[in-house]
């Protein structure tokens, strides 16, 4: 997993508004908290954050924290992936709505035969998630991050190295305030949907 520190000012500034900063924050570390307890829930061997900034209450035991080093995201993500041994996952914490099952989905996928990587493409064009059967030095360097097209260019890189990749079903990344709400509709058991709630009956009182 790779995320920064939710702190006001740094995480999901684009809830803002009509999120103030702090409240932005504290949706970060809600969904922090949810998609690090289902990667530890899950059948993965090993649980990796690299994290920009220091852990906090949102972060579980068990999970090796590691630097995200310095540079672009693209820069960011291959340091993350260095610190990964043999077949592993990658997601964000913008997916709080994923649960355990849907990350071993995730290794199943990577693992059938003929697979070389899945990417899940989210609904805004990036991607929620990457998988490689081995950590590759250019799958992400110089593909640029944050656009409409990330997700298609991302594939395109996959395929260029001569990874066979599998895509897999679509995902919604919280970008937005509308995303946020959704995404609570949808996984109301998690904190992340907690949060909002009470968020929203603050701004009705």
């Known amino acids: 997993m790779v995320a920064k520190e939710p702190l006001p000012g740094r995480v999901k500034t684009r809830l803002c508004p009509p999120c103030s900063p702090a409240e932005a924050a504290a949706l970060a570390a809600a969904a922090l908290a949810d998609t690090l307890d289902a990667a530890t829930a899950s059948g993965a061997d090993r649980v990796v ?19 995200q080093g310095d540079g672009g ?25 994923l649960t355990a099952g849907d990350l071993d989905a ?21 991607w929620w998630t ?21 997700g298609a260019r991302q594939h395109g890189r996959l395929a260029a190295l001569g990874l066979r990749t599998r895509t897999l079903p679509a995902c919604t990344d919280v970008d937005s305030w509308s995303d946020a709400v959704a995404v609570a509709v949808g996984a109301p058991g998690t904190r992340f949907a907690a949060t909002v709630r009470r968020l929203v009956a603050g701004t009705a009182a």
Not at 50 to 58: F, I, Q
Not at 113 to 125: E, F, I, R
Not at 130 to 149: E, K
Request: glycine share 12%.
């Open 49 to 67: 954050l690299a994290l920009d900034g220091r852990p906090g209450p949102w972060c579980p035991p068990g999970v090796d924290i590691v630097d």
């Open 73 to 97: 995201l693209d820069r960011r993500l291959t340091a993350a992936w260095a610190a990964t041994r043999g077949p592993a996952v990658q997601v964000g914490m913008d997916t709080p709505q």
């Open 106 to 126: 995730v290794m199943a996928a990577l693992a059938a035969p003929g697979v070389d990587a899945v990417l899940g493409p989210a609904t805004d064009g990036g």
């Open 130 to 150: 990457v998988g490689l059967r081995r950590p590759h030095p250019h799958a992400f360097l110089g593909v640029p991050t944050s656009r409409p097209d990330t």
